[in-house]
């Protein structure tokens, strides 16, 4: 099993940064994929970013090309998500996934472990 917990969700003003963790804990893996996406009220689950344990390759969604970066710190077991000149449209929440045997990818049902999430909201 493999549990993942996010962190650094909060209230910002469209404009300003925030930076998400995913922490991993329980069965290690040191290849696979991690990814984040997001959920808006009454909206479907949607694709943001994805990495690759072993080599970094990363993968974003169109919306957030430019402005959003995914990286990986496999000593800690964790991956983040940089949100820069985030948008009221970026509002949502937040969910980890993890993949110790896969590759990146937009497809959330290739994730088998996914967090709780946590709540990002951008104000005008």
């Known amino acids: 099993q493999v549990l993942l917990v996010e962190s650094g969700g909060g209230l910002v003003q469209a404009g300003d940064s925030l930076r998400l963790a995913c922490a991993a804990s329980?069965?290690?893996?040191?290849?696979?994929?991690m990814a984040w996406f997001r959920q808006a009220a009454g909206k479907e689950r949607e694709f943001v970013a994805a990495?690759?344990?072993?080599?970094?390759?990363?993968l974003y969604a169109d919306s957030v090309k430019g402005r959003f970066t995914i990286s990986r710190d496999n000593a800690k077991n964790t991956i983040y998500l940089q949100m820069n000149s985030v948008k009221p449209e970026d509002t949502g929440v937040y969910f980890c996934?993890?993949?110790?045997?896969?590759?990146?990818?937009?497809?959330?049902?290739?994730?088998?472990?996914w967090g709780q999430g946590t709540q990002v909201t951008v104000s005008s």
């Open positions: 996934a993890a993949e110790p045997g896969g590759f990146p990818t937009m497809i959330p049902t290739h994730y088998g472990y």
């Open positions: 329980g069965r290690t893996f040191s290849r696979g994929a």
């Open positions: 990495i690759s344990r072993y080599l970094g390759n990363t």
